[in-house]
């Protein structure tokens, strides 16, 4: 965020956060469509600005050779404020060299998620990396959204929440982990007035052990009033590949 400040609408500011990624990358040998594995983009004014956002990483996506037939990358797009009030725009970003062929398996559970495509955004709702000896989960940005794109439950924060669990659960038990694999969560609020409510309706779904934060941060559709994020560790690994260093 303190990066110099060059385009002023969200789609620029997108475009720059995914050049600055991909030239420093190229830096080392790499490139955002081969080793950028997960990002978290934080958009001012979520309502207002996301489709800019959205609408240039697509593009950027295609020039990278990234399209709905091979792969996009395991995302959160949700509100957040840097300090300077022009930039609408912030990224992080979790890249790695050195993967061989086959230990990325893209997550899918079309059962409860639809494909991101479908409604026009291009990120992956879970990547999963396999090593010898253990697997790592990055869990997207998940909603109560089902397998046509449409949000569940409008208006009801504590359902939300249950199909929340639900589609990130479901997920998992696709790529060989369950819910009890998770070893960190994050849950967005659009409304902190919530907190009680979805801490209760969490405390009883989640496991006991799982460290989680809540912050207030509208999710990219206004109908969704909750959204989590996760990152899970198995030793379901496969001996075809190195062990995790």
């Not at 790695?96 to 230990?103: A, D, K, N």
């Not at 089902?146 to 659960?169: A, L, Y």
């Amino acid at each position: 965020c303190r990066r110099h400040l060059e385009a002023s609408g969200s789609d620029g500011q997108t475009l720059e956060e995914f050049t600055t990624l991909n030239t420093a990358l190229k830096k080392r040998g790499g490139c955002v469509a081969d080793n950028c594995l997960r990002t978290w983009i934080y958009c001012r004014d979520v309502d207002n600005n996301y489709k800019g956002l959205v609408d240039a990483r697509r593009e950027l996506f295609r020039q990278y050779g990234m399209i709905e037939k091979t792969n996009y990358i395991a995302s959160t797009g949700i509100e957040g404020q840097c300090i300077d009030p022009r930039r609408l725009v912030g990224m992080d970003s979790y890249c790695v060299f050195g993967l061989e062929s086959g230990q990325i398996e893209y997550m899918q559970a079309l059962d409860h998620l639809s494909p991101t495509h479908i409604y026009g955004v291009t990120f992956e709702r879970g990547t999963r990396i396999v090593f010898g000896d253990r697997s790592h989960y990055y869990i997207s940005g998940t909603a109560s959204i089902d397998k046509e794109g449409q949000i569940v439950h409008p208006g009801d924060v504590s359902m939300q929440v249950e199909r929340t669990v639900e589609n990130i659960n479901a997920l998992l038990n696709n790529h060989d982990a369950t819910i009890n694999d998770l070893k960190i969560a994050v849950v967005y609020l659009r409304d902190a007035a919530d907190a009680l409510l979805v801490e209760d309706r969490l405390s009883r779904l989640l496991p006991k052990s799982l460290p989680r934060i809540m912050v207030k941060a509208p999710v990219c559709r206004p109908g969704w009033l909750v959204e989590i994020d996760a990152i899970g560790v198995n030793a379901n690994g496969h001996p075809r590949y190195r062990n995790f260093v």
